[in-house]
């Protein structure tokens, strides 16, 4: 009797098992069968990495076709939300973007998966190059025969965290009226996303811009590294950060939102009626790797955190 009751069991673990690797046998060969479109919405300051993140995915799935297309973290929601275009993920350069917009109409979670810091960005064509540092940053941009870019606020988060960094430095430096001084200064060279002021300042047509430390290393060019106190980098300093706040155009036309300061976080999500639900599934998966997508953003110099996978994507 004992030795039937050890077949009959031996036997239940042998279908179980059979049962596991046919489900992993069925996943495998649906996900080697992926194809399609894949749009993805994301900030500007993620076009170099998610570039690298989408070609190294396309080694694995070549039938998919990706395709990237980069604006202000709040234009990526609101084309979402305003224009109803189809998109499957949307990355943003702040977290509460989509949080704030997207959460809970067009998708039920936002991974943070990454981190930042803002700089002051030039080359050597810029005036008083061979001067500027730390300390005086925000000197050489108030000199007349100075001009500096920054991007909208009402269209991406650089432009925000730029006032922020403004704000806060008006305190960390002890200046008075230095941000509302600074804030109203060369505002015609204001760009909808950060990376569109790249090519203001490599035609010289401004001499700084803030930026992201990040997007400063990927495209090679010079920046003056900020105090932690104002470049919004260090959570050490999240309740001085909170200080600072700014009004941006919220869900409705005529409505604001009003932005605090915070570390940077940056956050990502699968929409709810995304068009190709099962590749934008894996190629978050891939993205979320430490060995994938995790591993190149570090590489570009976005440090990275350790995400809890929500169940739909195991």
């Not at 673990?13 to 996943?27: F, H, I, P, V």
């Not at 996900?31 to 570039?51: M, Q, R, W, Y």
Request: hydrophobic share 35%.
């Amino acid at each position: 009797m004992k030795n039937i009751f050890r077949f009959l069991f031996i036997a239940y673990l042998l279908l179980q098992l059979q049962s596991c690797t046919n489900k992993q046998q069925q996943n495998l060969e649906k996900e080697n069968t992926l194809s399609g479109d894949l749009i993805i919405f994301h900030a500007g300051s993620l076009s170099v990495p998610f570039k690298q993140i989408a070609d190294s995915f396309k080694t694995i799935y070549p039938d998919v076709n990706i395709i990237l297309e980069a604006s202000g973290s709040v234009d990526c929601a609101r084309k979402i939300t305003d224009l109803n275009r189809p998109c499957d993920i949307m990355a943003s350069a702040d977290y509460k973007v989509i949080d704030k917009i997207l959460i809970p109409d067009f998708t039920s979670y936002n991974l943070k998966f990454a981190a930042n810091e803002m700089a002051i960005v030039y080359t050597e064509k810029s005036k008083y190059s061979n001067e500027i540092n730390q300390q005086n940053w925000h000197e050489v941009l108030l000199k007349n025969d100075v001009i500096y870019g920054r991007s909208d606020p009402d269209s991406d988060p650089c432009g925000y965290r730029s006032i922020f960094t403004i704000k806060l430095a008006e305190n960390y430096y002890k200046i008075n009226n230095l941000a509302e001084i600074l804030i109203n200064k060369d505002k015609k060279y204001i760009r909808p996303k950060e990376t569109d002021l790249i090519a203001l300042l490599e035609t010289n047509t401004v001499d700084y811009i803030f930026l992201y430390r990040s997007v400063a290393e990927q495209h090679h060019l010079k920046y003056i590294l900020l105090p932690d106190e104002i470049n919004l980098k260090n959570p050490e300093f999240e309740n001085s950060y909170t200080t600072a706040t700014t009004d941006i155009a919220g869900k409705t036309p005529g409505e604001k939102t009003t932005m605090k300061g915070e570390a940077m976080i940056y956050g990502v999500t699968l929409l709810t009626n995304a068009p190709n639900k099962a590749t934008a599934k894996v190629f978050l998966k891939f993205l979320l790797s430490k060995d994938g997508g995790l591993k190149i953003m570090e590489r570009n110099g976005q440090p990275v955190f350790s995400i809890d996978i929500p169940d739909e994507l195991k």
